[in-house]
T-cell receptor, first 111, second 113 residues
Framework: AQSVTQLGSHVSVSEGALVLLRCNYSSSVPPYLFWYVQYPNQGLQLLLKYTTGATLVKGINGFEAEFKKSETSFHLTKPSAHMSDAAEYFCAVSDRNDMRFGAGTRLTVKP | DARVTQTPRHKVTEMGQEVTMRCQPILGHNTVFWYRQTMMQGLELLAYFRNRAPLDDSGMPKDRFSAEMPDATLATLKIQPSEPRDSAVYFC???????????FGSGTRLTVV
């Protein structure tokens, strides 16, 4: 069975600082991996995805993530945080047909 | 931009009443998911369909929940009878397959009193 673990339910960074949100997965087959962002009272928006090929994937709003099979990780990074990045971020894994989410990480950006 | 449409956006109902939530997937998308989001449980997968056929509904309480796709433009999630513990935000998502990712609707916020 596939599953996702997001380390840290809350992450706080200063504006301009590096953002690092951690995600580890388990899957019985090569996984497809996703990061979604959720702003208050809204649905989830796809930030980026890894399917096959290049292990470093770039997404919207300056975010990127690297798939590391040996570490079963797919951490999300952004070099410089903006106030508008404050939101909840979800990592998800799909190993066949469905998609399962981690518990989410709430990102706070301090001025 | 194409979007997934969910109705109603908000629903307040009394315990024991029937609740129906609707989802219009993006035209051409053949996969539809239903998720429930709560503070305690996070995002739970309730059911999903491909080409209107249910692939998995093991995440749903079978005695009170049902999900259907009467046609390619409509997915429904029904709760009968509703209970206070069903209070949550219910999301629908649609897509072609996992290679493309899935698009979420804005959700239905259900409150059962």
């Amino acid at each position: 069975a596939q599953s996702v673990t997001q380390l840290g339910s809350h992450v706080s960074v200063s504006e301009g600082a590096l953002v690092l949100l951690r995600c580890n997965y388990s899957s019985s087959v090569p996984p497809y991996l996703f990061w979604y962002v959720q702003y208050p009272n809204q649905g989830l928006q796809l930030l980026l995805k890894y399917t096959t090929g290049a292990t470093l994937v770039k997404g919207i709003n300056g975010f990127e993530a690297e798939f590391k099979k040996s570490e079963t990780s797919f951490h999300l990074t952004k070099p410089s945080a903006h106030m508008s990045d404050a939101a909840e971020y979800f990592c998800a894994v799909s190993d066949r047909n469905d998609m399962r989410f981690g518990a989410g990480t709430r990102l706070t950006v301090k001025p | 931009d194409a979007r997934v449409t969910q109705t109603p956006r908000h629903k307040v109902t009394e315990m024991g009443q029937e609740v129906t939530m609707r989802c219009q997937p993006i035209l051409g998308h053949n996969t539809v998911f239903w998720y429930r989001q709560t503070m305690m449980q996070g995002l739970e997968l309730l059911a999903y369909f491909r080409n209107r056929a249910p692939l998995d509904d093991s995440g749903m309480p079978k005695d009170r929940f049902s999900a259907e796709m009467p046609d390619a433009t409509l997915a429904t999630l029904k709760i009968q009878p509703s209970e206070p513990r069903d209070s949550a935000v219910y999301f629908c998502a649609s897509g072609l397959d996992r290679s493309y990712g899935y698009t979420f609707g804005s959700g239905t916020r259900l409150t059962v009193v």
